[in-house]
């Protein structure tokens, strides 16, 4: 199983030091480029899971190919990542990452819909 690590930045007794923590589960948001709508997933290997999404191994985004990821967050609990995505797929959730990513959809040319 493919893990992250995150460096954390801790400051104590006046002396600054780096503690790595592990970050197993990632809510990942995919754009498609030829039809430029979003995808939203989950998984414990991003690299793996985005290889797949581009060789057409995953039904709902196999006609949407290429794909590229335009966010990504990383969870210590999988409860909390699941949540999350769950989140992202509710209106409310899209207004939120609309708000979070206004730079990035300006890059990328992202329709206003």
Excluded: W
Excluded at 73 to 86: G, I, T, V
Aim: some cysteine.
């Amino acid at each position: 199983m493919h893990r992250f690590f995150v460096f954390m930045h801790f400051l104590c007794n006046d002396t600054t030091y780096f503690k790595p923590m592990i970050l197993p589960y990632c809510v990942y948001v995919l754009q498609s480029q030829r039809d430029l709508l979003l995808y939203h997933g989950f998984t414990t290997n991003l690299e793996h899971r985005i290889r797949n999404h581009n060789a057409g191994k995953t039904i709902s985004t196999s006609k949407r190919r290429p794909l590229i990821v335009i966010y990504c967050e990383f969870f210590l609990s999988k409860k909390d990542a699941l949540r999350h995505e769950a989140y992202f797929k509710t209106n409310q959730g899209k207004r939120m990452l609309k708000l979070i990513l206004r730079s990035t959809f300006n890059e990328i040319d992202y329709p206003n819909r």
